[in-house]
Structure formats: structure tokens, C-alpha cells
């Protein structure tokens, strides 16, 4: 356990070298690390005060992916509280899961007037973290919401880092005024300001650290968007809460129902899920 502002962190421990840490602001994912290895970024400049959202790690994007005329961007979900539903729990091979949970309360009704309840199940293995998450609409009416995890992966240097299984789609450019483009090149390789959502994507992506070696694979499922992102050098600076120089250390590879909402009728369920392994 530690702590950071006054919330105490949830910790999966698989064992002292592999584990995750869940910050409860947000239910943000703070940390795995496999093997004594950090594979996700946390900015040095990430503020912790429980108001800011966690500038790295994976945010929880709900019940609106970007700018939201009914609240702050990316929605409320990553700057909640989040209530523990079940601490971890190890199985009998040593797999760790534990159970986080959000509720519709008088902010978020004042801001979205539904009642809803998201679940977030955290599933940690020797080589994957999984991540499972549903929205049930609790209402009587249908409502419609967007949503992501901003998965940030650590990079040796983002530009010896191949994006892998994002070739022939086609990609809404938010750099170029939200233009359609198709991409050419697989991998993909960042080497300037990059803000786009892929459209219709396959369920398995390969974020390859040439440098050092490390190939993380994300496989997803009912999530069909891929938002690639790196601020590079003069949005990063603009960023009061992500170090001028960090930029090289980050790639931004979100999994998402973004392009369209999704309509969810009263008493039922969407989910959707990732998991990162290291191959
Ligand atoms: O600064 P934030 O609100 O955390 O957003 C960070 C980024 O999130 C996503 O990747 C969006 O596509 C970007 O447009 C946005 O800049």
C-alpha cells in the first residue's frame, strides 16, 4: 500500500517484482509493473490532488471521449471517486482481480442527469493485465456515452517504437482538422504530433520497444476505435502537468467506443475489454 494525496492505492501483487497499482481518483491504473520493468508512463509532472485527472497510467474515459459540452473533457469518470468493490484476491495460480466500481451521484447528475453504475475488473497474470469494463443503465430512459481507456505505454524513445496492426484503416485526423485518411505504413512509427482515431480495428495491436526489446500486445474486444496520441515537443510544454522532455517516453494507444455513442436502454449492460501482454 502507499499513498498519494490523501486516497490510499489499490495494489494487485502478484508478486514483489509484478503488480499493479489503481489509484482510486478515476480508478486510473498507476503502474504495472512485470518484472521489475515499468511498462506504463506516469508524467514526473502528474498532479495527484484528487481533482486533476492522472496525467498518464490508463485514465478512464466515460461518459465522453474529448471536448463535452455537458462537463470536463473525456467526462467525469477519470476524476471520481471510485468505490472498491472487491479488494484483490489471488486464485490458485497466483492470478489477482480485483473489483472497481462508480455510481451516479449528485455531481454527475447534475452534470449527465442518468443513474448508472460502471464496473472495472482488474485481472492481473505473470505476463497480462486485463481489463473489463461495464456500463449498466440503471435509468428508465436510454442514454448515450462515448468511452476509452487512454492506455499511456512507456517507450524507450517513441521513435524506435513500431505501432503494429493499424495498416489499411482508415484514420480521422484530429491534428488535420478531423480529416479521413487512410493509412499507408504498418508499423506505424511517431515522429511528430500525432492525435488520431483509427476506425474499424482489429482486436490485436503490437506496441513494439525496439530499443529494449519489449513487445506489449493488446488484444480488445467491443471496443472498435484506436486512438493513437503523442503531444510531442510544443503541446507537451503547453502541458502544465507532463515534463517538457517526457514526450519521447510516451505512446498514447487507446482502446475505445469513440467514433459513434453508444446507446444503452434501460437494465442493461455494455462491456467491453483489454488486455496488455508482454510476448
Ligand atoms: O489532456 P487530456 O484531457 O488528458 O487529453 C489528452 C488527449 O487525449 C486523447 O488522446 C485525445 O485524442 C487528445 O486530443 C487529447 O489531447
Redesign the pocket.
Known amino acids: 500500500m502507499s499513498e498519494k494525496g490523501d486516497i490510499i492505492n489499490l495494489t494487485l501483487n502478484r508478486d514483489s517484482n509484478t503488480f499493479v497499482r489503481v489509484h482510486p481518483h478515476g480508478a486510473t491504473v498507476i503502474a504495472w509493473q512485470w518484472k521489475g520493468k515499468e511498462l506504463l508512463f506516469v508524467s514526473k509532472q502528474a498532479v495527484f490532488d484528487n481533482k486533476k485527472?492522472i496525467?498518464g497510467g490508463i485514465?478512464v474515459v466515460f461518459p465522453n471521449?474529448?471536448p463535452w459540452e455537458l462537463g470536463p473533457?473525456?467526462g467525469f469518470a477519470r476524476t471520481s471517486k471510485w468505490k472498491v468493490e472487491k479488494e484483490p484476491v489471488a486464485d490458485k495460480d497466483g492470478n489477482v482481480t480485483a473489483v472497481l466500481s462508480l455510481e451516479d451521484d449528485d455531481i454527475t447528475r447534475a452534470l449527465w442527469d442518468y443513474r448508472f453504475k460502471l464496473t472495472y475488473t482488474l485481472t492481473l497474470s505473470e505476463d497480462s493485465f486485463g481489463m473489463k469494463f461495464q456500463v449498466e443503465n440503471k435509468d428508465n430512459k436510454p442514454f448515450d456515452f462515448t468511452c476509452l481507456l487512454?492506455t499511456y505505454f512507456r517507450t524507450s524513445d517513441v521513435v524506435k517504437t513500431d505501432v503494429l496492426g493499424l495498416g489499411n484503416l482508415q484514420y480521422i485526423d484530429?491534428v488535420k482538422g478531423g480529416q479521413t485518411f487512410q493509412q499507408v505504413d504498418d508499423p506505424i512509427i511517431v515522429e511528430e504530433n500525432v492525435?488520431r482515431?483509427y476506425l474499424n480495428t482489429p482486436n490485436e495491436i503490437l506496441i513494439k520497444d525496439k530499443e529494449d526489446g519489449t513487445t506489449v500486445k493488446l488484444t480488445k474486444d467491443n471496443f472498435p476505435e484506436i486512438?493513437l496520441?503523442n503531444?510531442w515537443k510544443e503541446?507537451a510544454a503547453a502541458?502544465g502537468d507532463f515534463g517538457d522532455e517526457e514526450y519521447p517516453n510516451m505512446i498514447?494507444v487507446?482502446a475505445g467506443y469513440v467514433h459513434k455513442p453508444y446507446t444503452l436502454q434501460p437494465g442493461s449492460v455494455f462491456e467491453a475489454s483489454q488486455t496488455l501482454t508482454v510476448v
Open positions: 485527472a496525467r485514465p471521449f474529448g473533457q473525456h487512454h484530429k492525435d482515431i486512438v496520441w503531444p503541446k502541458m498514447c487507446e
